[in-house]
């Protein structure tokens, strides 16, 4: 079997398989270069083709004396602060990722590791994300006081679950409750439909874990925008869809403009259009106020 | 497409599992919402155009559903009656497999061709889903 590996980008071989191992075992292919041979959909990392190989340590090579050191991780994806959390402290370790999703996300994506488990992304999620979801909720239990408040009220919620006697007491243990279980459901359904539409799009070059992560790291960050009150949650979409589109190309390793079209497909199949209509509106103001 | 039963690899995301979860917990969330007579999310897209988006009727669907009126269910959004049997399906499999700790189903390769045709299949079916919901009024 001939299999062809990616190296700077580029197309190289075909080589014959036991020549691409011996590669691997020579360390000029790593666990995430992309390979494929006949019969292949898309490329993949070379360890989701050959996971027994990944997991063997080098031939030949000698353990470093004294020492118990990890594996190097691939380079250039050592990924970002929040999972160097055991040299980083806590809190560097999140305002740095914040801060790297929100305003450097190509290069904070470039170096996010694509695999090594969905619990480190998901607590980042839980912690930053749910952080930010309770303050919006808080200020829509605010705005639900304000009478002739157009929106969805979460006061008549209350009552038909018969939670009523306390009022905004029950309105914040039924959002303490609830937000947890939204960000876990949001990630996980979020990122299936993202993954499904990647596969549609033929921009899945990695796997459905690597898709959650980006995922995960960009909700986190961008529902912090709900500490915005009142066009917060507009911001968070936008910042979301920007980020993880960022996000998905980087990762995935494919076109800006595929992983955009990705990102946006499950939005606009419900509810992105609102999006769409927003811009359309603040464009047309700003155009309008621009003209006097 | 080629399958194979195959053992968890170490470290590897366990989806039966997962999407068990999810889809449980998003169902009974659903259920509960419903349950309590609570208001449907409204549709920006419909509201704007008149017209109905893809996914307009998924609530009505998942009440008849939840209620075995399958029939009325499929009428109001074919697409996501779909979606919630295969989900039933989908869960079933995973009970089983999770419970009896039998081997996964995994699609091992998947050819260029194959790949095309089910992309071809996923928008067609998208987009006459859509048709009919437009048509219908909804």
């Avoid at chain 1, 666990?31 to 360890?47: C, F, I």
């Avoid at chain 1, 029950?170 to 359904?189: G, H, K, Q």
């Avoid at chain 2, 470290?11 to 999407?19: C, M, N, Q, R």
Wanted: charged share 15%; aromatic share 10%.
């Amino acid at each position: 079997m001939n299999w062809y590996y990616s190296e700077n980008n580029q197309r190289r071989g075909p080589v014959p398989q036991d020549e691409l191992e011996q590669m691997a075992r020579e360390g000029k292919i790593t666990p995430d270069t992309l390979v494929w041979s006949e019969g292949m959909a898309n490329w993949q990392p070379y360890r989701e083709m050959f996971p027994a190989e990944v997991m063997q340590p080098s031939a030949g090579v000698p353990s470093l004396p004294g020492t118990d050191l990890p594996p190097s991780p691939v380079a250039g994806r050592d990924g970002p602060p929040w999972e160097q959390r055991g040299s980083v402290e806590l809190g560097q370790a999140i305002v740095g990722t914040v801060k790297g999703v929100l305003f450097e996300p190509d290069q904070l994506f470039a170096r996010m590791k694509c695999e090594g488990g969905i619990v480190n992304p998901l607590q980042y999620a839980l912690l930053v994300g749910g952080a930010g979801m309770f303050v919006g909720s808080i200020y829509n239990i605010i705005y639900q006081k304000v009478e002739g408040y157009p929106g969805f009220s979460g006061n008549h919620a209350i009552e038909r679950l018969h939670l009523t006697g306390s009022g905004v007491a029950s309105e914040l243990m039924l959002a303490i409750f609830l937000v947890p279980i939204l960000v876990v459901l949001f990630t996980f359904i979020m990122s299936g439909l993202l993954h499904i539409c990647l596969m549609i799009l033929g921009g899945a070059a990695k796997s459905f874990e690597t898709t959650f992560r980006v995922v995960c790291y960009s909700f986190g960050s961008a529902e912090l925008f709900q500490v915005i009150p009142m066009c917060g949650w507009f911001i968070v979409i936008v910042w979301y869809a920007i980020s993880t589109s960022v996000g998905i190309a980087k990762a995935h390793e494919i076109s800006t403009g595929k992983a955009v079209a990705a990102v946006l497909l499950p939005l606009m199949l419900c509810c992105g259009v609102l999006v769409a209509c927003v811009s359309l509106l603040v464009g047309l103001l700003a155009a309008a106020s621009g003209a006097h | 497409m080629p399958m194979e039963w195959r053992r968890l690899r170490e470290k590897e995301i366990d989806h039966e599992f997962l999407w068990l979860a999810v889809s449980t917990v998003s169902i009974a969330l659903g259920v509960v919402w419903l349950k309590a007579g609570l208001p449907a999310p409204g549709c920006v897209f419909h509201n704007f155009t008149g017209f109905a988006c893809p996914t307009c009727g998924g609530t009505r669907c998942l009440r008849d559903f939840v209620a075995g009126h399958y029939w009325a269910a499929f009428v109001w959004n074919p697409l996501v009656f779909c979606v919630l049997v295969w989900t039933v399906l989908f869960d079933l499999y995973a009970i089983l497999v999770l419970f009896l700790r039998l081997p996964r189903a995994r699609i091992s390769h998947v050819s260029s061709g194959t790949a095309t045709g089910l992309r071809v299949v996923a928008v067609a079916m998208i987009a006459a889903n859509w048709m009919y919901l437009i048509a219908a009024g909804r």
